[in-house]
């Protein structure tokens, strides 16, 4: 393992505070990207009905990643620059609006610190170099993923390209694997979950995976290779699998209810990242003759 700069201690000192501050934007990509893919989509929609010549052309607010500026959603009060400090303006604002006292949900502080811990993790195992740089945008990504899909059960393509793109310019400098590895594993990610799409809706009628499903798994095979496919595919039906029993238990869950998968796809994607030779070895032991 690589020393984190001169001294491993400030390196990731300053690589947990880069991690609280990106999982601060992360929030921001969270609540706002499906937002306004529902607007694009419903502007998409109108044009298609009412044609070129009935499009409502008046002026929208803008509405983006950095517009308009944060505000309370109870009592609309604009936040001050200290109130967006990550982590630490929560525990100060005690978990309240400073306008009008309404609770902030959460998930906040837990993104942030989630993204924190993740980070300070990944620049222990990595050490500084490119693959660590590759790394932090892969897990980045597959946080701000998860949270969506857990919100709207939809895994938006603006993330999953960029995720895919990202793992095969990553391994044309063969960062995690070969190219010609990282560029089979994008091609059987994604045929795989198609096929056992088509499978399961045959034989049931019902839809058992999405199409961001696929695209995800494609761009963990454009990252980690194919070989590591199996792995992923393991460990996050397992986790999968452990939840939605665990929630039928405690909570009475339909069986047939949707439940999202691609937090459990990212969660198997992360654990391979960090473990997946070392997994792939002790099983294939296990179950070797």
Known sequence: MLTLLQHPTWGLV?????????GSFLNVVILRLPVMLQNEWRRQCAELLEGPDGADDSPREVFNLSRPASRCPSCGAGLRAWHNIPIVSYLLLRGKCAACGTGIHWRYPVVELVTALATVHLGWHFGIGWPLVGALFLVWTLIALAVIDLDHQLLPDDLTL?????????????????????VIGAIVGYLGFWLVYQVHYRLTGREGLGYGDFKL???????LGWEMLPTVVLLSSLAGTLVAVGLMLLRGLDRRAAVSFGPFLALGGWATLLWGERITSGYLKLFAF
């Open 217 to 223: 798994l494609a761009a963990f095979g454009a990252w």
């Open 162 to 182: 960029k995720l895919l793109w990202g793992g095969l310019i990553a391994n044309l400098f063969g960062l995690f694997t070969t190219l010609e590895s990282a």
């Open 14 to 22: 300053f690589l947990g505070l880069l991690g609280a501050c990106i």
